[in-house]
């Protein structure tokens, strides 16, 4: 192997399970390990099932203005931002309707299981517009919302991380980070698109120059109820429920991991006729029949 | 005092210069990125029947193909360059721990997997 074409790669825990980034030239360990150290603290900062990180004290906190740190107010910029774009069908406060559907510890404990679903609060189940009550004040560094109103990173939070890593990356000619699905890539890459069902292969690839990829899907991160349905962790914020939509998956490209994983999650929310007005940089989708529909970008 | 303000001017000068570098460089990587998405489709997408269990019959369908069209530019605000600028040095000094991961060997044709996140 040629020098061009080695790189170097890194793995390590984060998210709850392993985050890869890889770089090319001489000072890629040196890149490596700072762009590990950006993801690692996006995912300490962010999980819900450490109560002593920062998003976890700021869902405990009764108060409805609060101070909190940088990284944490970065994150729901993000989010608020994402939730704009999607009108509201990416929404980081339904972490109630995300426990009450099952998913109420790590994915380690929670896959596999059999977990039934259970009642909601009705004071706390109002999930539709909730994110537009979300004030932040950066001069400050202050968060305002209802009391009681709690927030999930979940796959923005990852995006997050991969377009923070990217920054210190593009130091590299040619590189790449995986955070669990949302993808960074720069230099020219190629990247698989996996099947929505485990161990069956691949379904595309793209070669990517320089951009993003987010995947989203029903079918992995799912878990069987009592009566014989199953459940998921993808939550409707027009239903407070599980989405029950045409597709089980959906790829969007896209500038950035955070817009990518938007677009994708919003094209699975509404289904295979919107899904081309969700995907202008291009995408894959897979639908609950098992056709796969590719969608071309507005850029060619 | 003269040399202490030609000093000023130079530095300023030099910021400058590298403020428009970087400006130069994020437009050229956001030209970049409208070039890459124009051939992503074109040339290299190879979507494999038969990769779900049990759906081997099932045709592999195209939704819609739109014309191509210009990407917009990205303009970044000095003000913001500015900030950005003193996050990373507030970043370069804070102590941090270093995440406990292995190193391994890849190589450029080695595809990155995107999976269900």
């Keep these: ?300 | 005092m003269n040399d202490e303000k030609l000093d000023r001017k130079q530095l300023a000068a030099i910021r400058m210069d590298a403020r428009r570098q970087r400006i130069t460089r994020i437009r050229k990587r956001t030209a970049l990125f409208a070039i890459s998405l124009a051939v992503i489709f074109t040339a290299l997408v190879i979507a494999r029947q038969g990769a779900i269990p049990g759906l081997s019959e099932q045709p592999v369908q195209v939704a819609s193909l739109s014309a191509p069209q210009t990407a917009p530019v990205v303009e970044y605000e000095e003000d913001d360059e500015e900030e950005d600028d003193d996050d990373y040095e507030k970043q370069a000094v804070a102590p941090q721990a270093q995440p406990a991961g292995q190193f391994y060997s890849s190589d450029t044709a080695a595809p990155v997997q995107s999976s269900q996140s």
């Design chain 1, 1 to 300: 192997m040629s020098d061009e074409q080695s790189l170097l790669g890194y793995s390590f825990p984060a998210f709850g399970s392993k985050v890869r980034i890889e770089a090319s030239g001489p000072a890629a360990e040196g890149i490596l390990l700072a762009a590990a150290r950006e993801v690692k603290k996006v995912s300490e900062t962010l999980t819900r099932f450490d109560p002593t990180s920062p998003l976890c004290q700021l869902n405990a906190d009764r108060r409805s203005e609060v101070q909190v740190e940088p990284l944490l107010l970065d994150f729901i910029d993000r989010a608020l931002e994402a939730s704009r774009m999607t009108d509201g069908l990416i929404d980081p406060t339904l972490l109630p309707e995300l426990e009450a559907a099952g998913y109420r510890e790590t994915w380690s404990r929670v896959g596999g299981r059999v977990i039934d679903g259970e009642g909601l609060d009705r004071t706390e189940s109002n999930p539709d517009k909730r994110w537009r009550e979300i004030h932040v004040d950066h001069q400050a560094g202050t968060v305002t919302r209802p009391p009681g109103v709690r927030f999930d990173a979940g796959g923005i939070g990852k995006g997050m991380a991969a377009d923070m890593a990217a920054v210190i990356l593009e130091e590299a000619s040619v590189w790449s980070v995986d955070c669990l699905g949302d993808i960074r890539v720069g230099g020219g890459r190629l990247v698989e698109i996996a099947s929505p069902e485990r161990d069956a292969g691949q379904l595309a690839e793209f070669q990517i120059e320089d951009g993003a990829l987010a995947t989203s899907g029903t079918t992995r991160r799912s878990w069987k109820r009592s009566d014989g349905s199953r459940a998921h962790h993808l939550i409707d914020p027009r239903t407070g429920q599980p989405s029950q939509g045409d597709l089980v998956q959906v790829s969007a490209l896209a500038p950035t991991a955070v817009e990518a994983e938007a677009r994708a999650k919003a094209a699975l929310l509404t289904g295979l006729d919107q899904a081309q007005g969700w995907l202008p940089h291009g995408g894959i989708a897979v639908d609950s029949k098992g056709h796969l529909h590719l969608f071309r970008g507005d850029h060619g």
